[in-house]
């Protein structure tokens, strides 16, 4: 499955922005797709996933209630709604998707990466 992540951007603290991740040559209901983030200088990190039922999700501490993930079969697209960014949550913002049959929350339990997509948060 190839992956493309989209929707990043410059905001102020407190704003939003939704992140996409469109799959082609395979269906995100088929996966646990997941959104990791890496900062200049820091390794990559988990921020949330959607298992291929839908349910549940699950959440990085630092984003828990500000974003949310879901996903359109539609449109075989994974998003991720951020609400109340803050400087900190400034990264590359990257989707995933893996084969795995548990709740993967480490960068190596993912078989397939996104480009990456740029989000910044100015204070």
């Known amino acids: 499955v190839q992956l493309q992540a989209s929707g990043g951007g410059l905001v102020q603290a407190g704003g939003s922005l939704r992140l996409s991740c469109a799959a082609s040559?395979?269906?995100?209901?088929?996966?646990?797709m997941g959104w990791f983030r890496q900062a200049p200088g820091k390794e990559r990190e988990f921020v949330s996933l959607?298992?291929?039922?839908?349910?549940?999700?699950s959440y990085a501490d630092s984003v828990r209630s500000r974003f949310t993930i879901s996903r359109d079969n539609a449109k075989n697209t994974v998003l991720l709604q951020m609400n109340s960014l803050k400087p900190e949550d400034t990264a590359v913002y990257y989707c995933?998707?893996?084969?795995?049959?548990?709740?993967?929350?480490?960068?190596?339990?993912?078989?397939?990466w996104g480009q990456g997509t740029q989000v910044t948060v100015s204070s």
């Open positions: 995933a998707a893996s084969t795995a049959i548990n709740v993967p929350r480490m960068v190596h339990e993912y078989d397939y």
């Open positions: 040559g395979g269906t995100v209901s088929s996966y646990v």
């Open positions: 959607i298992v291929r039922s839908g349910a549940p999700t």
